[in-house]
């Protein structure tokens, strides 16, 4: 009956904005295996979608309804101050386009911020009373357990492929980041006073729940940050809730001795063999050491603005550290994420960035302390809310967001927004149709919101829908017809994640006829040419446009030296010349090196392609794969003694790897010619 009393008393516009809205609360659920990234892509486009429909209502209900208008409160500006400076970034920074959509495996661009943004006033001004936000939050308490009964059993693996151990989420970090919000939704259902019996104790079971699961994952920092958070919890309820001096004295000084141990631990992480080092190289390992020093250079050499958001990727080849690839400073030599989120707003913002993002904590943390909620008996949430905020920001000193975190923050703070607002409070009544007199001004909003709806949703939606999904197509075609047909498509619509799209199925189509000869091609000849060509005009494309773009750079001259053997020989000398300007470049990154000694192997010029590997080597001794592809160049020039010097000189340096070196020692460099040339990759 309440329900119906409440569905008759409101427009239908309102309706369906509040409908779209609660339909937001299903993102973490959004997989789609189709879909390229299908872990992440998916729940972009999702909230691009019904973020658009939703604020195309909210549009006209503003229109109908001018006093639902949102108002511009201190955290709306600086959230909003926020967007705008990542949107200056953009325009300023490397990479345009890198900045807006961001890599596909991310897709946490400045246009996900600009969607995020127009949710924030719609969450903020739509759910207008404690009654609609109390039903929003146990929505998603109730999406958060139906995430977590996905992690605990195993009928998740007949729905998907492994997840790492993150549910829906794609891995444990991204996963546990969700959990610590689902958590401070949980709380503020338990501590609610003016819920029913029955609505916190559900709020309670849940919480418990969602900490066994967040501790039973492999999410680190989130499980410290959330300690850290029960104890500032203690310390603010003794703050603002004790009775005696002497409770408020013993709440500061857990305050203070929790922030002197937040700082005594982040000076110790860098402390060469303290024990906290240790322990945090044993959970962490030692990449972030790393990257971090190569974020602070970037950040000296464009410090107000910054590189441009989501260009990480670029400052780590422009600042690369030799010493990855080696156990010393990890393994992986690819990094489009800093790995903490002051140096990441750095990096893509400058200082001018940095001071918005701390500014939209700085006014939540103020709006929630210094008004406090209109009700005294719901102090208990305040404290909840800014042990949330507090915990979400020491989580990300050693990780990153993704769509979803982004989206819980950003509701977060517009429910702080409604419950700190005074004016807010008010529930939205509908005005009577006779006292409406919209002005033909305000008319213009509402249509072209409405006109520009088909729009956004082509393009921010179908079309990258139509190129991630056609990759997949693509890659699992059965027929070389229907794979020509979707990579024309994956490598050319839209411009979301294009340029790791294009590198990504120039790698499938370079694996794919690595170890054919024109003879076994046979009949399809045709179509593995027109593969080739529409391969080398994207990817030269993207050189073009971003000329340091080294995955692009890699896979150009893998396919020449496919080409080379198909269709022409010559093209050899093209992968050279890509290769030369690449190692100009990279000039500390080995990874050019080893293509361009591939090359030079097909070549023939062997000295030479030792020349290379040798200088890849003499880059980072300690890289295993430096040893492996020195010793294989070793074995073309057919020196015998030269072979056995390095083959004695690498297992004297790393035991680990006899058996890989022995098998190089042993192999036939003429019927193993097509192996060898692919190792280098």
């Known amino acids: 009956m309440k329900l119906k009393n409440f569905l008759s008393s409101r427009p239908k516009t309102e309706i369906l904005a509040l409908v779209g809205l609660f339909f937001v609360a299903i993102t973490p659920l959004i997989f789609y295996r189709p879909l390229f990234q299908y872990y992440t892509s998916p729940k972009a486009f999702f909230l691009f979608a019904i973020g658009e429909l939703i604020l195309v209502t909210f549009v006209w209900l503003m229109y109908y309804q001018p006093s639902i208008r949102p108002r511009f409160t201190l955290v709306g500006i600086t959230l909003s101050l926020f967007v705008g400076t990542q949107v200056l970034s953009a325009l300023v920074g490397i990479d345009l386009l890198n900045s807006l959509w961001s890599q596909p495996s991310r897709m946490t661009g400045v246009f996900l911020l600009i969607h995020l943004l127009g949710l924030f006033f719609a969450f903020s001004t739509l759910l207008r009373s404690w009654n609609i936000w109390r039903n929003f939050l146990a929505v998603n308490v109730l999406v958060g357990l139906i995430v977590s009964f996905l992690y605990w059993f195993p009928i998740f693996q007949a729905l998907t492929l492994e997840s790492n151990g993150g549910s829906t989420l794609g891995n444990s970090s991204l996963f546990g980041t969700y959990l610590l919000f689902i958590i401070g939704f949980s709380c503020v259902l338990a501590l609610d006073t003016q819920a029913r019996f029955s609505v916190r104790t559900h709020g309670a079971v849940c919480a418990i729940i969602f900490l066994i699961t967040l501790f039973s994952t492999d999410a680190h920092a989130t499980q410290i940050s959330l300690i850290g958070a029960l104890i500032l919890a203690l310390a603010l309820t003794l703050v603002r809730l004790g009775k005696h001096p002497w409770m408020r004295r013993l709440g500061w000084s857990l305050v203070g001795l929790l922030v002197s141990g937040i700082i005594g631990l982040s000076i110790l992480v860098f402390i060469s063999g303290s024990s906290i080092q240790e322990r945090f190289l044993d959970i962490g390992g030692p990449t972030r050491f790393v ?380 019927a193993q010619l097509l192996a060898a040339l692919d190792s280098f990759y």
């Open 291 to 670: 990257l971090w020093n190569m974020a602070w250079q970037a950040i000296q050499e464009r410090p107000i603005l910054g590189w441009g958001p989501e260009n990480f990727s670029y400052v780590s080849l422009n600042f690369y550290n030799p010493c990855l690839g080696s156990k010393a400073c990890g393994e992986g030599k690819w990094s489009d994420r800093a790995h903490n989120i002051f140096l990441e707003t750095l990096v893509g913002s400058g200082i001018l960035g940095l001071l918005a993002y701390l500014g939209v904590f700085a006014m939540a943390v103020r709006s929630v302390w210094r008004r406090r909620f209109l009700e005294p008996s719901q102090e208990a949430i305040s404290i909840t809310l800014l042990c949330l905020l507090a915990a979400y920001l020491i989580q990300n000193q050693t990780g990153f967001d993704s769509v979803v975190s982004l989206l819980f923050w950003v509701i977060t703070l517009a429910f702080i927004n409604w419950r700190t607002d005074e004016k807010n409070q008010a529930l939205l009544t509908p005005i009577p149709k006779s006292n409406l007199n919209p002005s033909r001004r305000a008319f213009v909003l509402p249509v072209f919101a409405t006109l520009f709806l088909p729009v956004g949703l082509l393009y921010f939606v179908a079309q990258p829908t139509i190129g991630f999904q056609s990759l997949s197509s693509s890659v699992q075609s059965q027929t070389i017809q229907t794979r020509l047909q979707a990579y024309e498509r994956a490598i050319n619509v839209s411009q979301a994640g294009l340029p790791y799209r294009r590198s990504y199925m120039a790698y499938e189509t370079s694996s794919k006829f690595w170890y054919a000869s024109r003879q076994n091609v046979g009949g399809e000849y045709a179509a593995v040419k027109a593969e080739i060509k529409m391969a080398k005009d994207a990817l030269m494309d993207t050189i073009n446009r971003t000329p340091n773009y080294l995955r692009a750079s890699l896979m150009l001259a893998r396919i020449y030296q496919v080409e080379s053997r198909l269709i022409r020989s010559s093209a050899l000398e093209d992968a050279q010349t890509v290769l030369e300007k690449a190692i100009a470049l990279n000039l500390n990154n080995p990874l050019p090196r080893w293509a361009l000694a591939s090359v030079l192997i097909e070549r023939g010029k062997h000295e030479e392609a030792f020349t290379q590997t040798q200088e890849a080597f003499d880059l980072n001794p300690d890289d295993p794969k430096a040893h492996l592809a020195r010793l294989v160049t070793a074995k073309f020039t057919l020196d015998e003694s030269l072979q056995q010097l390095l083959f004695q000189e690498s297992v004297a340096q790393m035991p680990d790897l006899t058996d890989d070196l022995q098998a190089i020692i042993s192999m036939n460099p003429d």
